[in-house]
């Protein structure tokens, strides 16, 4: 009689449930080897007055911290020089990312009421 494929296939399975079988024995066997080292050097250092344990956990082995991204505040380098749209320095210093309020195409220069409102001094 003729070996089929499919007999082929089924020793395969076989074969690869055997070898899995005798992984997982090894698993299990180094495990219990290094759970039993790491037991032994708690023991010692809980001995010598410090307090360890071993906790396991399924499936988690460390975390990462997520990346945060900054607000992106303090990127810009301080302009100086007068305003290009005042012509004129102020104390504190401003320039023309102050005068954004004002509509596109009508920017001005503050006027002295203005100035005051947003706590700027004309140098």
Not at 98 to 109: A, I, M, N, T, V
């Amino acid at each position: 009689m003729a070996i089929t494929y499919m007999d082929q296939l089924k020793k395969l399975d076989e074969q690869q449930a055997k070898i899995e079988q005798e992984r997982q024995k090894l698993q299990a066997a180094a495990h219990d080897e290094g759970m039993k080292a790491v037991n032994d050097a708690i023991a010692a250092l809980n001995d010598l007055g410090y307090s360890y344990k071993v906790v396991e956990t399924k499936g988690v082995h460390f975390v990462t911290p997520k990346k945060v991204k900054g607000s992106g505040a303090g990127t810009r380098a301080p302009s100086t020089g007068p305003c290009p749209i005042c012509q004129f320095e102020t104390n504190p210093h401003h320039d023309a990312r102050k005068h954004r309020s004002q509509p596109e195409g009508q920017k001005k220069p503050f006027t002295a009421e203005e100035l005051t409102t947003l706590g700027l001094v004309k140098v």
